[in-house]
């Protein structure tokens, strides 16, 4: 079982950064791949970033790439969202996602556990 909670989210400017966390419980937490998601109101959730369960291999959404940075910290169960020049449309509840390694990180189905998201408004 795993227990995830996010953290970090808030009102931005455009432009701007926010770095978002998630905490995890459990000790099996580094046997879990990682992922971030997002969903926006009218919207299905969308696949933003991943990380495998020893940080060496990420994957990222094309509304991620060159602008977002997963990582993890094993030791003290955190996953990290750097999120940089941040626009009105990334404006979206961002939920962490934990799953079995081996498994295609970048559909929703593939995740066993969910944290219950953090708003972020990125605002012009």
């Known amino acids: 079982q795993v227990q995830l909670v996010e953290s970090g989210g808030g009102l931005v400017q455009a432009g701007g950064s926010v770095r978002l966390s998630c905490a995890a419980s459990?000790?099996?937490?580094?046997?879990?791949?990682m992922g971030w998601f997002r969903q926006a109101p009218g919207k299905e959730r969308e696949f933003v970033a991943g990380?495998?369960?020893?940080?060496?291999?990420?994957y990222y959404g094309d509304s991620a790439k060159g602008r977002f940075t997963i990582s993890r910290d094993n030791a003290k169960n955190l996953v990290y969202l750097q999120m940089n020049s941040l626009e009105p449309e990334d404006t979206a509840v961002y939920y962490c996602?934990?799953?079995?390694?081996?498994?295609?990180?970048?559909?929703?189905?593939?995740?066993?556990?969910w944290g219950q998201g953090t708003q972020v408004t990125v605002s012009l």
């Open positions: 996602a934990a799953a079995k390694e081996g498994v295609n990180l970048k559909t929703t189905i593939s995740y066993d556990y």
């Open positions: 459990g000790r099996t937490f580094s046997r879990y791949a």
């Open positions: 990380i495998s369960w020893s940080g060496g291999r990420e």
